[in-house]
């Protein structure tokens, strides 16, 4: 329904979105994740695939519907999701990184269910693969390339840095409240150091007006 009434600015392009937050097991039922819900990266899979877009979504795990339309890869870590990504990078004319990816994982996995008998247990970590700074480093000619960042303090001035240090395209800035754990407002910033608020609203408006400021022309 939806697609009959967006303007396509995504059509004939190939999208590719990540979303959800990564789980880094340490043994079969426990891990190391985040609380990211994951709404936004889906709002934003089903705002893409309303504005034309051809759109795979690689999605860690979420309580989520699967969106009509998309293909959705189901990953569990950042490694398999570092390697479902890059495996379709070349082919993306447009890849967005939702996806909250663990910066650590645990050194090792057991595969029996760790016990409690030990008096103090240590899980010792080590550091992930950054996908997008990998996905900036082999970035082709004409892909646009659109990262996140959730910052508590700083936020602009953090998620500047990332933009240039990932050689990204764009990047949305949220400003995280750690009281509420809620992002209340944001800004898409461009390669020029152009802000555009965006203020709070429903996720799908968001990802409505994220798209349509990056890919109206
Ligand atoms: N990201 C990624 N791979 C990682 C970590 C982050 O692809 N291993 C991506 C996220 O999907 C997001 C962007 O990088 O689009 C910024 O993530 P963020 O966690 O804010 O930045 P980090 O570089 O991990 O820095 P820090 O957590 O220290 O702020
Ligand atoms: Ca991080």
Redesign the pocket.
Known sequence: VLKSILPQYLKNKKVLI?AGGTREYFDPIRYISNASSGQMGYALTKIAYAMGGDVTLISAPTNLKKPYGITVVDVIS?ED??RE?IKRAEKADVII???????FRPESFSREKLKKSKEKSVVHLK?????????GEIKKKDQIL??????STDVIE??KD?LI??N?DY??ANELDVFSKKIHRGWIINRRGDITEIPEMDKESSAFLILEKIFKR
């Open positions: 990540t950042a999701m570092y990504v990184m939702n996806a909250a990816v663990a910066d550091p992930n693969p950054d996908i997008l700074k990998k996905l659109i990262g996140f960042a959730a910052e953090n998620a990332k240090r990932k990204l990047i949305i």
